[in-house]
């Protein structure tokens, strides 16, 4: 699925990121602008940030559920990376307004 329409970027290669920065640390905070530095991409809009975000989250978590020894090794998502969530980051999805849509 494509995520970033800007810069063409998939959610199988914002996963693959993820998951190799998890590969280097599974403690670091990973945020949006990591990813897009690993791809020697940049955020252009920023309408693509909360659904980065998003899988962030699920990726963090699918891996630590992977490597805990019990379920209650988990931790608890970041709470800087929920506050981004919380807050929408990104602004107006896909920057634009919804009077360009011809349909
Ligand atoms: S949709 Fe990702 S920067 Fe615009």
Same mark, same amino acid.
């Given at each position: 699925?494509?995520? &970033?329409? &800007?810069?063409? =970027?998939?959610?199988?290669? =914002? !996963?693959? =990121?993820?998951?190799? $920065?998890?590969?280097?640390?599974?403690?670091?905070? =990973?945020?949006?602008?990591?990813?897009?530095?690993?791809?020697?991409?940049?955020? !252009?809009?920023?309408?693509?940030? @909360?659904?980065?975000?998003?899988?962030?989250?699920?990726?963090?978590?699918?891996?630590?559920?992977?490597?805990? !020894?019990?379920?209650?090794?988990? @931790? @608890?998502?970041?709470?800087?990376? $929920?506050? $981004?969530?919380?807050?929408?980051?990104?602004?107006?999805?896909?920057?634009?307004?919804?009077?360009?849509?011809?349909?």
């Amino acid at each position: 699925m494509l995520v &970033c329409q &800007c810069n063409v =970027i998939t959610d199988r290669e =914002i !996963k693959r =990121i993820i998951r190799d $920065l998890l590969a280097e640390d599974p403690w670091q905070l =990973i945020v949006p602008a990591m990813v897009y530095r690993e791809l020697d991409k940049r955020c !252009k809009c920023a309408g693509c940030v @909360p659904n980065v975000v998003d899988i962030i989250l699920e990726v963090t978590e699918e891996y630590h559920r992977q490597t805990a !020894k019990s379920p209650e090794d988990v @931790p @608890p998502a970041h709470p800087k990376l $929920l506050a $981004l969530k919380e807050k929408g980051a990104g602004g107006q999805r896909e920057g634009r307004s919804t009077g360009h849509r011809a349909a």
